[in-house]
């Protein structure tokens, strides 16, 4: 089916996504169908202000990605490569990021409330006014971080 993948706030279009689910399945199925579809196709995916909050996101490949003021809340991006991403002002309250590849994304005013950043890499991120109380960086890998 297609999907017609829109910007939570403005309902504004932002791609057409074909996706295998019925049209009766779960929204929050066929957001992350449409968000992985987008990881595959197209080059440096713009989800920002997505919806993908508790998507099971694990291991997806979004180097350059614009996840700006997207909601990433409990969602699993256990080892996902969001290298050079842009992840200003994203909500990612309790997701897990175990594992990740955070290199030189932009975390700016970001909220990592008690998120598992547990042997993360995060090197030359921009941590600037992001909120990370109750967050897990345990072996969590930093070097030349802005904070």
Avoid at 4 to 13: A, D, I, S, V
Avoid at 38 to 63: K, T, Y
Avoid at 91 to 105: E, Q, V
Wanted: no cysteine.
């Amino acid at each position: 089916m297609d999907y017609e993948f829109k910007n939570r706030r403005t309902g504004q279009l932002q791609f057409i996504a074909q996706i295998d689910a019925a049209e009766n399945a779960p929204e929050a199925t066929k957001r992350r169908l449409a968000a992985l579809w987008a990881v595959a196709n197209l080059v440096r995916p713009d989800l920002s202000d997505a919806d993908l909050s508790s998507a099971d996101l694990a291991g997806v490949i979004l180097v350059e990605a614009t996840l700006k003021d997207a909601d990433l809340t409990e969602a699993n991006l256990s080892g996902a490569n969001l290298s050079w991403a842009d992840l200003t002002n994203a909500n990612l309250r309790d997701a897990n990021l175990t594992g990740a590849n955070l290199h030189r994304a932009v975390l700016r005013a970001a909220n990592i409330f008690r998120a598992n950043v547990l042997d993360a890499i995060l090197h030359e991120a921009d941590l600037r006014g992001a909120y990370v109380r109750e967050t897990n960086l345990s072996e969590a890998r930093f070097r030349h971080y802005l904070s």
